[in-house]
T-cell receptor, first 113, second 112 residues
Framework: DTGVSQDPRHKITKRGQNVTFRCDPI?????LYWYRQTLGQGPEFLTY????????KSRLLSDRFSAERPKGSFSTLEIQRTEQGDSAMYLC???????????FGQGTRLTVV | GENVEQHPSTLSVQEGDSAVIKCTYS??????FPWYKQELGKGPQLIID???NVGEKKDQRIAVTLNKTAKHFSLHITETQPEDSAVYFC???????????WGAGTKLIIKP
């Protein structure tokens, strides 16, 4: 399967714990995006990478959120000191440089209890 | 900033009939308009897209139209089938910030 892969698919954590999600984009895609989606809403942009450089960050991305793409391949999204309001589906997408078609992974559903 | 409005929020049609979902966008600099289908528990799947230099695009039972002057774009699904049941999202994209701005989604229900 050469699609976008996200791990884990589901994560339940206690409030205050740290969590980390991984995204493996389509191999030839230089651009990688993270989105957050809550029930009944469209995805909201969080951040964007061009290769290893993080070029855009949404105001939604508080200081507790950090994303990396160290070698321009896979990416991680870490949430520190999780809050109940962080419960959502976290989606990763990738696209080619100069391309606009973004392909999404299956998402990681986070539940903070 | 860019804003995308999508209507209706829920659409129920008889199997075999057509379905139309409409979106409007606010920023005239938007130049790419994809449509995504999302099934329960899955990520959005790109089903069709259109660029600002094109007025209409068709792929089998699915078509998208764009009116740049009115800042409207629409998704048309003909001969609907049960597997078309899902949530459909429209989005608008600008090269300037690499972001997709999404509509709130339309839940499409196909009645047998």
């Amino acid at each position: 399967d050469t699609g976008v892969s996200q791990d884990p698919r589901h994560k339940i954590t206690k409030r205050g714990q740290n969590v980390t999600f991984r995204c493996d984009p389509i191999s030839e895609h230089n651009r990688l995006y993270w989105y957050r989606q809550t029930l009944g809403q469209g995805p909201e942009f969080l951040t964007y990478f061009q290769n290893e450089a993080q070029l855009e960050k949404s105001r939604l991305l508080s200081d507790r959120f950090s994303a990396e793409r160290p070698k321009g391949s896979f990416s991680t999204l870490e949430i520190q000191r999780t809050e109940q309001g962080d419960s959502a589906m976290y989606l990763c997408a990738s696209s080619k440089t100069g391309g606009t078609e973004a392909f999404f992974g299956q998402g990681t559903r986070l539940t903070v209890v | 900033g860019e804003n995308v409005e999508q209507h209706p929020s829920t659409l129920s049609v008889q199997e075999g009939d057509s379905a139309v979902i409409k979106c409007t966008y606010s920023d005239s600099a938007s130049n790419y308009f994809p449509w995504y289908k999302q099934e329960l528990g899955k990520g959005p799947q790109l089903i069709i897209d259109i660029r600002s230099n094109v007025g209409e695009k068709k792929d089998q039972r699915i078509a998208v139209t764009l009116n740049k002057t009115a800042k409207h774009f629409s998704l048309h699904i003909t001969e609907t089938q049960p597997e078309d049941s899902a949530v459909y999202f429209c989005a608008a994209y600008m090269d300037s910030n690499y972001q997709l701005i999404w509509g709130a989604g339309t839940k499409l229900i196909i009645k047998p």
